[in-house]
């Protein structure tokens, strides 16, 4: 039990263009989600907090209509990065929260901007 | 004072021993309690996780709490070399809406 699917699980775009990340939880339901991101040999770093019907709460210093989150329903958030650049290329990991507050993870979503 | 501290290591053991990580955290009220593993370029997976004074026990991997030293170890038995990950700490708030992680301490089996 407790699963979270993210699709794709790796995309390249041309720097201008946006690209939509989906998170699922495909044995619960999740009212809320987190987004996070992660560059290479560093820790895990908490981008929003997506709560199912209302906006998503930002950490400072993330951009909110750059890195637009939409948790339409208890099983699904999607983040999407608007006009991405090189330097958005990163490893995006979702959560989603279950029993007892604990949070399980996605696979992952490796982007590449070029 | 960050929320949650962990040693980033490395931290290195033959293949066999105990690997013993560490964590502490800030927040008295704090209630959960998590140990995740990540091997590198893989989202983090759930180990363990612990809401009570004292060992819980899963296979070879055994949390300990200690709410009054704001503490939270891992200890892992018999440790084999797939085992090398980096380890992170995760706490919540005593509200729950904030999950705070350590930096995460990276662990080395020697075969």
């Known amino acids: 039990g407790a699963v979270v699917s993210q699709h794709p699980s790796w995309v390249i775009c041309k720097s201008g263009t946006s690209v939509k990340i989906e998170c699922r939880s495909l044995?619960?339901?999740?009212?809320?989600m987190f987004w996070y991101r992660q560059f290479p040999k560093q820790s895990l770093m908490l981008m929003a907090t997506s709560n199912e019907g209302s906006k998503a709460t930002y950490e400072q210093g993330v951009e909110k209509d750059k890195f637009l989150i939409n948790h339409a329903s208890l099983t699904l958030s999607t983040l999407t990065v608007t006009s991405a650049h090189p330097e958005d290329s990163s490893f995006y990991i979702c959560?989603?929260?279950?029993?007892?507050?604990?949070?399980?993870f996605g696979p992952g979503t490796r982007l590449t901007v070029l | 004072q960050k929320e949650v501290e962990q040693n980033s290591g490395p931290l290195s053991v033959p293949e066999g021993a105990i690997a013993s990580l560490n964590c502490t955290y800030s927040?008295?009220?704090?209630?959960?309690f998590f140990w995740y593993r990540q091997y590198s370029g893989k989202s983090p997976e759930l180990i363990m996780s612990i809401y009570s004074n004292g060992d819980k026990e899963d296979g070879r991997f055994t949390a300990q709490l200690n709410k009054a030293s704001q503490y939270v170890s891992l200890l892992i038995r018999d440790s084999q070399p797939s085992d090398s990950a980096t380890y992170l700490c995760a706490v919540n708030s005593p509200s729950g809406n904030q999950f705070y992680f350590g930096t995460g301490t990276s662990l080395t089996v020697i075969p």
């Open positions: 927040d008295r009220g704090s209630q959960s």
């Open positions: 044995d619960f339901q999740a009212t809320t």
């Open positions: 959560s989603a929260r279950g029993t007892a507050d604990t949070q399980y």
